[in-house]
């Protein structure tokens, strides 16, 4: 079997290509291995989105409860009126 090979689906043709068993690769492969500095950036990033989430969601119902304590009138359901 040949590490590249054309295979027909229809009417477009397909290029299938293998990698070897032991795992090698051409030098001249279009994989490109990403910087140390850009994976620890991407780490740092998503870090700080989830905390800010969640900082986000803790401010947002310590400020809810401060307006239900200061405001009674906003924790209790609507009153409608039956005229």
Same mark, same amino acid.
Do not use: R, Y
């Given at each position: 079997?040949?590490?590249?090979?054309?295979?027909? =689906?229809?009417? $477009?043709?397909?290029? #299938? %290509?293998? +990698?070897?068993?032991?795992? *090698?690769?051409?030098?001249?492969? @279009?994989?490109?291995?990403?910087?140390?500095?850009? =994976?620890?950036? $991407?780490?740092?990033? #998503? %870090?700080? +989105?989830?905390?800010?989430? *969640?900082?986000?969601?803790?401010? @947002?119902?310590?400020?809810?409860?401060?307006?239900? =304590?200061?405001?009674?009138?906003?924790?209790?359901?609507?009153?409608?009126?039956?005229?």
């Amino acid at each position: 079997m040949s590490s590249e090979s054309q295979e027909q =689906k229809g009417n $477009s043709e397909v290029e #299938v %290509s293998s +990698i070897p068993a032991d795992g *090698s690769t051409n030098e001249d492969s @279009t994989l490109v291995t990403v910087p140390l500095s850009f =994976k620890l950036a $991407s780490i740092l990033l #998503v %870090s700080a +989105i989830g905390f800010g989430s *969640s900082w986000s969601g803790g401010i @947002t119902g310590a400020m809810k409860t401060t307006l239900k =304590k200061v405001f009674p009138c906003l924790s209790q359901p609507p009153l409608i009126n039956q005229n």
